[in-house]
């Protein structure tokens, strides 16, 4: 892959290598609402699966090609061949499972929310997937005295946590149905945890499946429940603290940042969430997503399989 930032330097890209391959633009036979609609879906699909918004303002629109082949000859020159227009056609290596994300989610209008809601939040607050490895231990100040960055951080834990509930996987539980019949530590209500069992089973999503929850650093982050006592393989219980969950808990603890914490009124624990909160809700939904699109873990051959 090459990435360029200015049409003039492809004069220096010389013969193409064996194996690499000119761009290809994407047809879509649709009106302008539905293509930009596609359009968009996509680049939020990309920003979901990276983690991170590396594409600074990607396309949001599409553009007519004409009937006439000179009117399109003109428009190649124009917009590919233009800087200013150029820049918006990079090439991504995760591009054809982003196509593929968006494929399997256009017949689902709530999957789109969710993926447009997720990369929302991505693109509000997130961190590099890279910097949560345990080789770094705390690379980032757990919390800070910014107020502005506190509103960052709970509109970003409200859209990830959003996307779950748009998905129909987040936690159903009432005051005449608890989720929890412990005393002084979490225990699952049957009544409310087999029905979500059930519903995950039924979007495909296996709910025996566990989550890294990260925790870094000195133990200054809001307590989690006492049944959060997995430590991860990796873990060494002083700056990597991070923690195997199941995928319910980890759901509910995430309902729990968003319903305690950042949804309504701030209380006096909020200055208490950072980075690290952001990065576990934000990959609970990610998991969920790609899982609901039966695309976690898949590799590109068997991409290939799948849609031809």
């Known amino acids: 892959m090459t990435k ?26 649709s009106n302008k609402t ?28 599409g553009f007519e ?11 190649f020159e124009n917009v590919f061949r233009s800087d200013g227009f150029f820049q918006w056609f990079t090439y991504r290596h995760t591009l054809p499972v982003a196509v593929a994300i968006a494929a399997e989610a256009w017949r689902d209008k709530k999957l789109v929310y969710a993926i447009h809601k997720l990369a929302t939040s991505y693109e509000t607050e997130c961190v590099t997937p890279w910097s949560m490895h345990p080789r770094y231990g705390q690379a980032f100040e757990k919390h800070t005295d910014s107020f502005a960055s506190h509103v960052g951080t709970s509109v970003a834990i409200n859209l990830a946590y959003s996307a779950i509930e748009e998905l129909d996987l987040g936690v159903k539980a ?18 409310v945890l087999n029905p979500f069992k059930a ?36 873990s ?9 969950v199941s995928l319910p808990d980890a759901i509910n603890f995430s309902e ?34 790609l899982s609901k699109c039966n695309l976690w873990n898949t590799w590109t051959e068997e991409l290939r399989t799948r849609y031809h």
């Not at 609609?37 to 991170?52: K, S």
């Not at 009432?174 to 209500?189: A, D, H, L, Q, Y």
């Not at 929850?213 to 200054?220: F, L, P, Q, Y």
């Open 236 to 244: 060494n219980g002083v700056d990597v603290r991070d923690r195997k």
């Open 174 to 191: 009432s005051g005449e149905m608890p989720r929890s019949i412990g005393k002084g530590t979490f225990v699952w209500n049957p009544d």
């Open 65 to 75: 090609l004409s009937d006439d082949e000179a009117d399109r000859q003109v428009t």
């Open 199 to 234: 519903r995950l089973r039924k979007a495909g999503i296996d709910p025996e499946r566990t989550i890294d929850w990260v925790t870094r650093g000195e133990k200054s982050e809001v307590p989690v429940y006492e049944m959060f006592n997995q430590l991860s393989e990796y």
């Open 256 to 289: 729990f940042l968003r319903s305690k914490m950042t949804a309504h009124a701030f209380s006096s624990e909020t200055n208490r969430l950072g980075p690290y909160e952001v990065y576990n809700v934000q990959q609970v939904a990610r998991f969920l997503i």
């Open 4 to 29: 360029l930032s200015q049409f003039s330097t492809l004069k220096d890209i010389g013969i193409h290598r064996e194996g690499q391959e000119g761009g290809r633009l994407l047809q879509l036979g």
């Open 34 to 61: 539905e293509a930009d609609n596609i359009i968009q879906l996509v680049c939020a699909a990309n920003v979901i699966l990276e983690g991170f918004p590396f594409v600074e303002n990607p396309p949001s629109c």
